[in-house]
């Protein structure tokens, strides 16, 4: 099984990640499935991401926004990654990653959590869902996307996605 891969950059305005969900949201919705996310522009930087308070704040702002919506719930924690992609090692981050950054929580890469701060992260799942719907009805960010459409197929993707092939990789170098 395949599964979808995209990568952002820091420098991204609010409009630009919500045209990225009224993107995402429907391809999501016909795969079954989230993304996972990588964020560009830190190769050359040995921190991890979450060390890095630029890349943070950005990770801030996509929980803000409700991008955490359209992201697989997590590629690490083993008890969350969806049962086909158990024996993978996902690239990126999914929504728990990227939250745990967000919120100061991810230390070292890890994931393990306890039963507190997982129901603090599922009402936060919760609120991004909805924020993600309500983006999602409000009118394109992008020309010629009609209001509340949902394709019957998958749109070609923006430049910006990068597909991933279990067979072959990812078309993007990860961290």
């Not at 993107?23 to 890095?52: A, H, N, T």
Request: hydrophobic share 35%; with cysteine.
């Amino acid at each position: 099984m395949d599964f979808l891969c995209l990568s952002l950059t820091d420098d991204m305005t609010d409009s630009e990640i919500k045209e990225c969900i009224q993107d995402m949201i429907p391809v999501c919705r016909i795969k079954e499935q989230g993304f996972c996310l990588s964020i560009s522009g830190y190769d050359e930087d040995p921190r991890d991401l979450w060390d890095i308070p630029k890349a943070v704040g950005f990770m801030k702002r996509l929980c803000d926004l409700g991008f955490i919506s359209a992201l697989e719930v997590s590629t690490t924690a083993d008890d969350l990654i969806r049962s086909e992609f158990q024996e993978l090692k996902l690239p990126g981050f999914g929504a728990l990653e990227v939250w745990m950054c967000a919120t100061n929580r991810m230390h070292r890469g890890k994931t393990d959590i306890d039963l507190e701060t997982l129901q603090l992260f599922h009402k936060e799942l919760e609120l991004a869902n909805m924020r993600a719907d309500a983006i999602c009805k409000e009118p394109p960010y992008r020309t010629g996307m009609k209001k509340n459409s949902y394709p019957t197929q998958i749109p070609d993707a923006p430049t910006k996605y990068h597909g991933f092939n279990k067979d072959r990789g990812p078309r993007w170098k990860p961290r």
